[in-house]
């Protein structure tokens, strides 16, 4: 049973750039999270989707937006990088996780390291 | 909005020993979610355990267990048989609707 995935591992980007990373989830999970972690820092809650619309969001920029697909996976895009964007940013998956509803378990990929120079 | 602290930024306990970790949160809700995470070295996120504030019985996983205060909206994490293996940065996380994740908690078990 394959877990969550996460790529690219590490990315290396300059101020002003756009990135794109991406996430599978856990097989029979339909929700996926995002959030960022900064070094020394616990994460932060960037967005939630469910059904392919984004459900719940954190207090990030719209330069922070993202997408699902049908198959589940998403992406997350962040535009005119900063520096203060680099971070680890780690994808979450879980079951069922409309606003509202159960939160169930979530469980997270590997992550990936975003350095913006 | 909810909030999580934990006010031990580091600890440290000899192996075979016991240790507990610390939680408060802030919540207006009554139904939530509440989850230690444990990140070692490689970075990636596992769940510890979890428990669900409508249940009075603290949940437990093998050598971990959890003291769950909700009037005091407390949670701490306790490790028994503290092994080298369990070295890592530990979180605790408030779930409802989305989750908040307090600042970390590092541990080091030493031989």
């Known amino acids: 049973d394959a877990g969550v995935t996460q790529s690219p591992t590490h990315l290396i980007k300059t101020r002003g750039q756009q990135v794109t990373l991406r996430c599978s989830p856990k097989s029979g999970h339909d929700t996926v999270s995002w959030y960022q972690q900064a070094l020394g820092q616990g994460p932060q809650f960037i967005f939630q989707y469910y059904e392919e619309e984004e459900r719940q969001r954190g207090n990030f920029p719209d330069r922070f937006s993202g997408h699902q697909f049908p198959n589940y996976s998403s992406e997350l895009n962040v535009n005119a990088l900063l520096l203060g964007d680099s971070a680890l940013y780690l994808c979450?998956?879980?079951?069922?996780?409309?606003?509202?509803?159960?939160?169930?378990?979530?469980?997270f990929g590997p992550g990936t390291r975003l350095t913006v120079l | 909005a909810q909030t999580v602290t934990q006010s031990q930024p580091e600890m440290s306990v000899q192996e075979a020993e016991t240790v507990t970790l610390s939680c408060t949160y802030d919540t207006s809700e009554n139904n939530y979610y509440l989850f230690w995470y444990k990140q070692p070295p490689s970075r990636q996120m596992i769940l510890v355990i979890r428990q669900e504030a409508y249940k009075q019985q603290n949940a437990t996983e093998n050598r971990f267990s959890v003291n769950f205060q909700k009037a005091a909206k407390s949670f701490s994490l306790k490790i028994s048989d503290s092994q080298l293996g369990d070295t890592a940065m530990y979180f605790c996380a408030f779930a409802y609707r989305d989750m908040r994740f307090g600042a970390g908690t590092r541990l080091t078990v030493k031989p």
């Open positions: 979450a998956s879980s079951f069922g996780g409309l606003a509202g509803r159960r939160t169930d378990t979530q469980y």
